[in-house]
């Protein structure tokens, strides 16, 4: 079966806008457009409700790694290879939590040496959030069991991976359930768990209705993997005028939230579709799965996003997911005397990828490798096209 390395490259283009988006909301008046708030400052309401917001994309990022981490998680069992499901869970584990705990370990050890209480003054709440919390044990025992509370302290973006390694628990019985079922079965399961967010009650603990709600975008992302030969078919008999329509469409629900921002007003009711939380999250959703069809259906999408460049992006994008939070601490705390912000600003990215590709070859290829070993003596080899572990 082939490797879908367009959607390596796709990932690492996403973790770079998470990258940027976390770089402008250092900012006070980038992180209150965050909040759908107009500044009345032309540059920052110019970037951020229009669709220049694609740039830093942050959230939306997000929503597509979930897509992308059910579709890719869910080919081995759609192709009927036989799986053993404690050594899915190990692999599973060494790809996710080591690099994970490693990094909160050394964003503890920097938050001792750097930290300034009160934080940094003329930079946004957001950021001065972030490292306020000491140290205690319960403080760390949150991190190490992954329980979703007070993330933002150690690294801000360590909450979607509390969804992704809960979520892959049971993803396999997911798949499973789907595997061999029609197209409504797969329409009423999405429902069901969209519905079931819903049923739980509200003040679950640990950020549990969040993962049932997050799940639903694993869902789809099996869903679209199980049809995509399917939706092959019809996408390739599609002429240019369609694709070129389609992929303007993609681009406009995967911006929801910002494409118009500008030009409604804040009272109005079509504004306020456009900032709903849900709606916008199934428009993104949307829109992040017709980008994956023109990846790995397009031979022009294709072939720019298996350039080197992207490819390699996409090989440290775990990395530079987990790394670049900490950069952006470290390098404001021990710079902001003497450097103006905006110079640490446009540090940030170049010092993320030298980092995020340190820490890939040093910490994720180790962890990697370690849980494959663990691993390799009780399961059959999978084959390289079905590596969930490079997603």
């Keep these: 079966m082939r490797r879908y390395e367009s959607l390596d490259s796709i990932r690492g283009i996403a973790a770079l806008a998470v990258v940027f988006s976390h770089m402008f909301i250092v900012f006070p008046a980038f992180y209150s457009a965050l909040s759908m708030q107009q500044n009345n400052q032309l540059i920052v309401d110019f970037l951020a409700f229009t669709p220049l ?56 050890v920097l938050q001792y040496f750097l930290y300034s209480p009160g934080g940094i003054a003329g930079l946004s709440k957001w950021f001065n959030w972030m490292w306020m919390l000491p140290l205690s044990p319960g403080l760390f025992s949150h991190f190490l069991f992954m329980s979703g509370e007070l993330t933002h302290n150690y690294n801000t973006a360590s909450w979607s991976l509390v969804h992704e390694m809960r979520i892959s628990l049971i993803f396999p019985f997911i ?90 007003p804040a009272d109005s009711p079509l504004r306020q579709l456009f900032a709903d939380r849900i709606i916008g999250d199934m428009a993104i959703g949307a829109g992040a799965c017709i980008f994956f069809l023109f990846a790995i259906h397009s031979a022009w999408t294709e072939k720019m996003l298996t350039h080197r460049i992207p490819l390699f992006l996409g090989k440290i994008s775990y990395s530079l997911y987990l790394v670049h939070p900490v950069v952006i601490l470290v390098l404001f705390y021990s710079l902001h005397a003497w450097v103006h912000p905006l110079l640490i600003f446009a540090m940030v990215p170049l010092v993320s990828l030298a980092v995020a590709t340190a820490y890939h070859y040093s910490v994720e290829v180790t962890a990697m490798k370690t849980g494959k070993l663990l691993t390799s003596k009780k399961a059959p080899k999978i084959s390289k096209g079905l590596e969930p572990q490079k997603y």
């Design 175 to 264: 798949v499973l359930l789907i595997r061999r079922k029609k197209i409504f079965f797969d329409l009423g399961l999405l429902a069901l768990v969209f519905a079931g967010r819903y049923a739980l009650p509200t003040d679950l603990p640990y950020k549990i209705n969040d993962t049932f709600y997050y799940a639903l975008f694993f869902v789809v992302g099996a869903v679209l993997a199980k049809h995509r030969e399917s939706l092959s078919i019809l996408f390739l008999k599609t002429g240019t005028y369609f694709k070129v329509s389609l992929f303007a469409v993609a681009l406009l629900l995967y911006n929801w939230h910002w494409n118009f921002g500008m030009v409604l």
């Design 53 to 108: 917001h694609l740039l830093w994309s942050g959230h939306e990022a997000v929503i597509l790694f979930f897509i992308l981490s059910g579709f890719v998680l869910s080919l081995p069992y759609l192709n009927n290879r036989k799986l053993v499901y404690t050594n899915y869970i190990v692999q599973r584990v060494f790809r996710i939590y080591i690099p994970y705990i490693v990094i909160i370990l050394f964003s503890i």
